[in-house]
């Protein structure tokens, strides 16, 4: 049986927590988004202002709420193990009966040790201390883990990395993205279902290599520019080569990186080139 009654999302204006909020309210649910600014109430979703990390205004939100969906993060261990323990806390006054959060495949296989590591990788350390803390809370809870985003994650690296004149390559990094749509498609389906504890992963359709991902991001964006590999050093990267922030039998997703860069960048005539490509060699 489902939990009924009033559903906060924490970071309810980002680029995931907006599309889960969008499909609660048009599967008819009450909404609330907790967000450090303010906003208008809008298309019957309350807005209300806290900030999780300053524990300012988080008891405030979460009255009333019998779910909560957390979606806010910063991919900094301090201030998301901040935020987690501020919203664990306020939420078991509260009553809270369903804390679902969204955490990234590889988080509990990945580690982040060295001050290396932490420059690089601390995303997946922030998600694994987020985790930690959700479970060991008395609330009934759901978490799931998902591969990198195409327009977040992956986009952001492709993009910024291309900005040099040589584009150093992580070699023997592998990523399997996922369309943000599909995360939010599966998050709300399973707010609305029963707590579960650890989800089963949600991962993209195919898995691609660095390389791939940057020069058909260079050939949809109009660019040229010179790729070197590189090899990464670490513990944490020596577990990407092996494959740990990969899930390939939770390949559920259905939106390619082919299909999101036909869509989203370059011109018309070269997205449509990228649309035609078959995926990785």
């Known amino acids: 049986m489902s939990v009924d009654g009033l559903i906060l999302v924490t970071g309810g204006t980002g680029g995931l927590g907006r599309r889960v909020v969008e499909r ?4 008819g649910r009450e909404v609330r ?43 900094k261990i301090k201030e998301d193990t901040a935020q987690a323990q501020n919203l664990v806390r306020a939420a078991e006054r509260a009553g809270v009966h369903h804390l679902l959060s969204i955490s990234v495949v590889g988080a509990d296989r990945i580690p982040v040790k060295t001050a290396v590591d932490r420059s690089m990788f601390a995303y997946f350390a922030s998600q694994r201390a987020k985790e930690l803390v959700v479970a060991s809370s008395r609330l009934p809870w759901t978490n799931l883990r998902a591969t990198q985003f195409h327009d977040g994650f992956i986009l952001e690296m492709v993009r910024g990395m291309s900005k040099l004149p040589v584009v150093p390559i992580p070699a023997g990094f592998r990523f399997q993205p996922i369309d943000t749509d599909e995360v939010a498609d599966s998050l709300v389906q399973l707010a609305l279902g029963v707590p579960a504890g650890q989800a089963p992963d949600i991962a993209g359709p195919k898995i691609y290599d660095a390389d791939y991902l940057f020069r058909t991001y260079l050939e949809a964006a109009g660019k040229r520019r010179a790729l070197v590999r590189l090899r990464m050093p670490g513990e944490a990267a020596a577990a990407i080569r092996s494959g740990a922030n990969l899930s390939p039998s939770r390949a559920v997703g259905v ?24 995926g990785p060699p």
């Open 24 to 27: 609660l309210r048009r599967a």
């Open 33 to 75: 988004v907790a967000s450090r600014h303010a906003h208008s109430t809008a298309n019957g979703i309350e807005y209300v202002v806290a900030d999780l990390a300053k524990d300012q205004g988080v008891e405030e939100a979460l009255a009333g709420s019998a779910i909560v969906v957390h979606c806010a993060g910063v991919g």
């Open 255 to 278: 939106r390619t990186w082919e299909a999101f860069l036909a869509a989203e960048v370059g011109s018309p005539a070269r997205r449509a080139a990228v649309a035609r490509s078959s």
